[in-house]
């Protein structure tokens, strides 16, 4: 299994397969061509075979230049649970200190509590909400109406 960085022309080859790893769910709107056109440079992708079985798209804030950003992580069910997540991780954490960052955000669902502890045993902080569920700070409607979120942060 080879680490690289993300490039353009992988876009193609993660799109077609991104619903299937997901159990038929539809997620590839959330993951539009721009992102490997633009944030290439600090994004990450695992390949067996030539063919990619892991991704992390990431990026440097515009906005907070001493943070950076994980938009969309994907890792084909076949190889999950074999430490490529983490991997992803820790070069994206390399690249993002690298450009000056001194922390990361993500987020999830709340209902996807494997998610959550990833990310937790990552180190990432749960950012505090006035909403608690089951013990987790929710972001109401955080992305729009009906699509509340658990956000993390982490500092590098």
């Not at 299937?20 to 993951?31: F, K, N, Q, T």
């Not at 056109?37 to 030539?50: D, G, L, M, R």
Request: aromatic fraction near 12%; proline fraction near 7%; hydrophobic fraction near 35%.
């Amino acid at each position: 299994m080879r680490l690289r960085q993300l490039q353009p022309i992988d876009y193609d080859a993660i799109i077609s397969v991104l619903n299937r790893w997901w159990g038929g769910r539809h997620v590839s709107d959330m993951l539009p061509k721009l992102f490997f056109n633009h944030f290439h440079p600090t994004s990450w992708v695992i390949e067996a075979k030539n063919r990619p079985i892991a991704f992390l798209v990431g990026f440097i804030s515009p906005g907070e230049p001493e943070e950076s950003y994980i938009h969309f992580v994907g890792i084909h069910p076949e190889y999950r649970r074999q430490g490529l997540g983490r991997r992803l991780y820790q070069a994206f954490f390399q690249t993002a200190s690298d450009h000056g960052c001194r922390r990361v955000r993500c987020l999830t669902s709340p209902i996807n509590k494997r998610s959550i502890a990833f990310h937790r045993s990552l180190g990432f902080q749960l950012v505090p909400s006035q909403t608690v569920e089951e013990d987790l700070p929710i972001h109401k409607d955080y992305d729009g109406p009906g699509r509340d979120r658990v956000l993390f942060v982490k500092e590098l």
